[in-house]
């Protein structure tokens, strides 16, 4: 049985993203204690602090019922405080202890991919995230598309934001 290149290619790039994906995933919720999107939430909200319900909501993809309810674990995690906006909107702040599990969260994120990397030589690294870099830029088309990639982004270390379009 012949099998196209191609098709396999991409298998392996499909496989290659879930394993990255199941890596950090397991890393983040481990290091916050959270499931699901609350490592999202809390990167989302120390990433551009002053975020309403509804951002954070687009951000991960959740109802706003369910957003509340995550926002809610946050606060009793002390890691969020609420302040209150422009009428009935509501401001999501990091707090110390908010500041310090997403710092925690990205190191354990950073060491999956690490591990997951460290079969390969640098120099291959550094060939494969340019070889990303322009498919990530094609993935968004506006703000909260970007916000909702870049939701586990350590962005201290990505000034030069891939999925924001080439660099300048």
């Not at 290149?5 to 995933?25: E, G, L, S, Y």
Request: charged letters at 25%; one cysteine or more.
């Amino acid at each position: 049985m012949h099998i196209d290149q191609n098709r396999r290619d991409r298998n392996v790039v499909a496989a290659w993203a879930i394993a990255v994906t199941d890596a950090v995933r397991a890393a983040v919720e481990e290091s916050t204690g959270m499931s699901a999107s609350g490592p999202a939430a809390v990167v989302a909200i120390v990433a551009d602090p002053g975020l309403s319900i509804d951002e954070l909501r687009r951000v991960l993809g959740l109802t706003h019922p369910g957003t509340v309810r995550l926002v809610d674990r946050l606060v009793e995690n002390g890691w969020v405080t609420r302040e209150h906006g422009v009428g009935r909107t509501v401001r999501l702040m990091p707090t110390e202890s908010g500041l310090a599990a997403e710092r925690r969260l990205a190191a354990a994120r950073e060491q999956a991919v690490a591990d997951l990397l460290s079969v390969m030589p640098e120099r291959d690294v550094h060939l494969v995230a340019g070889l990303v870099r322009p498919v990530l830029g094609t993935t968004v088309d506006d703000v909260d598309a970007m916000r909702r990639l870049c939701r586990l982004c350590n962005r201290d270390v990505c000034s030069d934001c891939p999925a924001a379009g080439p660099p300048s």
